[in-house]
């Protein structure tokens, strides 16, 4: 995939991020003189991956334009413990007005590339990628979407309009996989159109549809490796694969060892463990 782009919506987010964190005013940095000057590091207390820079710099673009923010690293690069990632220079009180905020993109962010990159890491030298899903957080969908590509996955469908999967309910909905399949190519011809199914049977009769791609949910790894071995000997359009379900660091390598595309881990946007980032003034 080409390199990640920044979303479109990162202001919106911030002055939201803003909103609810200082509400009338900073009555505690009201006790420092607002035209003390003020130099303050960040600290990354651990090694990651470093994301989250332009959410950190539009937080204090939105509070005091006179702040400034030098920084040592870019997105995407592997930062080690003890590191000082940046710098900022400006009055005290807005550094510390901002910190907070600034910090929970930095940190969530961060949290979430550096989980991408270990699954990426230990994909080396497969053909198989990672991808995210739509179990993210909150108001951050567009944030964690970058923040996995910064980490070397890839991205699944952004949200419900840009892709269709058609899962149980849909299929018991409408009444077959092959009708929901023949639907959906109707109605969205432009679409990666993706279907899930539990059984190796329900994978078989996925294989005769037009489906772009196929989900195995919850497959151990000889259905798996069954999966892909009747796939490549399917006489039909080559669909791609993708593992899903109760994957993990101890099981990501033996999943693409059956020659699955992709493996989406929702655990890398919704388990996201925060970096220790600190910030210190000088």
């Given at each position: 995939m080409p390199p990640p782009t920044l979303p479109t919506d990162i202001a919106t987010v911030v002055a939201r991020a803003i909103a609810e964190d200082l509400g009338s005013g900073d009555l505690t940095a009201a006790l420092i003189d607002a035209h003390t000057p003020g130099i303050a590091r960040v600290l990354?207390?651990?090694?990651?991956i470093l994301c989250g820079t332009a959410w950190f710099d539009e937080t204090f673009r939105q509070l005091d334009r006179s702040v400034t923010?030098?920084?040592?690293?870019?997105?995407?690069?592997?930062i080690a413990?003890?590191?000082?990632?940046?710098e900022l220079r400006g009055p005290a009180r807005s550094i510390v007005t901002g910190e907070r905020t600034a910090l929970n993109f930095l940190q969530t962010l961060s949290g979430t590339a550096t989980a991408t990159r270990?699954?990426?890491?230990l994909l080396?030298?497969?053909r198989t990628r990672v991808?995210?899903?739509?179990?993210?957080?909150?108001?951050l969908r567009l944030a964690q979407k970058y923040a996995v590509r910064?980490?070397?996955?890839?991205?699944?469908?952004l949200g419900l309009f840009d892709a269709v999967l058609i899962k149980e309910n849909h299929i018991a909905a409408v009444g077959s996989l092959a009708e929901a399949v023949r639907a959906a190519r109707r109605n969205s011809p432009r679409v990666l159109i993706e279907a899930e199914?539990?059984?190796l049977a329900q994978f078989a009769a996925a294989l005769d549809t037009d489906a772009d791609r196929i989900m195995l949910d919850d497959f151990s790894l000889d259905a798996t490796r069954n999966a892909v071995q009747l796939r490549d000997a399917h006489g039909g359009k080559r669909q791609e694969l993708e593992a899903s379900g109760s994957v993990n660091a101890d099981t990501l390598r033996a999943v693409a060892a059956t020659g699955v595309d992709f493996i989406s881990i929702g655990a890398i946007t919704k388990h996201v463990r925060a970096v220790d980032f600190s910030m210190r003034f000088v």
């Open positions: 990354a207390r651990e090694a990651a923010v030098t920084w040592q690293a870019h997105d995407g690069e592997r413990a003890d590191t000082i990632v940046c270990t699954c990426a890491d080396t030298g497969t991808l995210d899903t739509r179990k993210t957080l909150p108001g910064c980490g070397g996955g890839d991205n699944h469908r199914v539990e059984t």
